[in-house]
């Protein structure tokens, strides 16, 4: 436990700043006291990057939520695993009820190498695709930074990036149970059936659900779609897309709208070529760095 808490505390001083890391290690240690974390092995997934370079993004996870699933399970040993994949990575993972999770760039998934008797929990942050095996008397819940989601048997597409401002959520098959706390305290419960996509807001609690067919999963087949999209959340999707950096230089930029669609295996330079069609735009690519200014 001291090697794991050494590797977690460098993690947090490499990678937030001051007031992140202050957060993050108040959070850590009221769930060690709740959880017990010391009888509770927590294991990396062979065959990804360090569990270091994503423990601050793991740590931005529903810390009560999580302890409390721990306790529920101490009818009989569960051990902990974590998968993550890089910006520019994809991968998928089937659970032990056969259930598929498809991750795209940027994301993370802690999950149980057994589910208990009770509930099927597992707790997420980044974009994915969810393949939920039915079993009404196992409930799955995927909890990720301020949201639950109750699922059947059941297909949606989850992006739920601890960066981001909104949490989205696009239903194929089956219904699901949304549940979001904003910052500000507020609670918000909404139900979905097949079409329905949702878009909710972690610092106002503002929840829109419109009925429409939806692009949002199509990332698995290589394919990104960018409608009526600001430029910010376009370049922070791009970053994970592609794994470069996207720096927009000047702030008055972020808000404005684009149409982008990458459906024909475009790569980041062709990026580069499409956004430069707006001449009001100076676009250019260094190395692994895009600059719009």
């Keep these: 436990m001291v090697e794991y808490n050494k590797i977690l505390w460098d993690a947090i ?46 740590l931005a996870l529903p810390f009560a939520a999580l302890a409390l699933v721990l306790l529920l399970h101490k009818e009989s040993p569960v051990t902990w695993q974590s998968l993550s994949t890089r910006p520019g990575q994809t991968t998928q993972l089937v659970l032990a009820d056969k259930t598929t999770i498809a991750l795209n760039g940027g994301s993370t998934l802690v999950y149980p190498s057994a589910f208990g008797r009770k509930v099927r929990q597992v707790f997420f942050t980044g974009e ?13 819940e995927v909890l990720t930074n301020d949201a639950r989601i109750k699922v059947k048997g059941t297909k949606f597409n989850l992006k739920s990036y601890t960066e981001d401002q909104t949490i989205s959520v696009s239903l194929d098959e089956g219904k699901i149970a949304f549940e979001g706390d904003a910052y ?44 009526n999209e600001t430029l910010g959340n376009i370049a922070r999707d791009i970053e994970r897309i592609f794994g470069v950096r996207v720096i927009v230089e000047r702030e008055e930029l972020l808000g404005t709208h684009y149409h982008v ?14 956004l430069s069609l707006d001449q009001s735009l100076s676009v250019h690519r260094e190395g692994d760095t895009i600059l719009i200014k």
């Design 13 to 58: 001083d490499e990678k937030t700043t001051a007031s992140e890391r202050s957060k993050a290690r108040v959070s850590f240690a009221k769930f060690k006291r709740m959880a017990d974390i010391e009888n509770e092995p927590l294991r990396r997934v062979p065959g990804f990057f360090p569990w270091a370079e994503r423990i601050a993004a793991f």
């Design 184 to 227: 500000n305290a507020q609670n918000v419960q909404c139900e979905m059936v097949p079409g329905d996509n949702l878009s909710f807001n972690k610092e106002t609690g503002a929840l829109k659900k419109n009925y429409s067919e939806s692009d949002s999963g199509l990332w698995r087949k290589g394919e990104y779609y960018f409608r």
């Design 261 to 274: 669609a990458l459906v024909n295996g475009e790569t980041a330079d062709d990026f580069v070529r499409i």
């Design 128 to 140: 994915g695709y969810f393949e939920v095996q039915a079993d009404p008397d196992h409930p799955f």
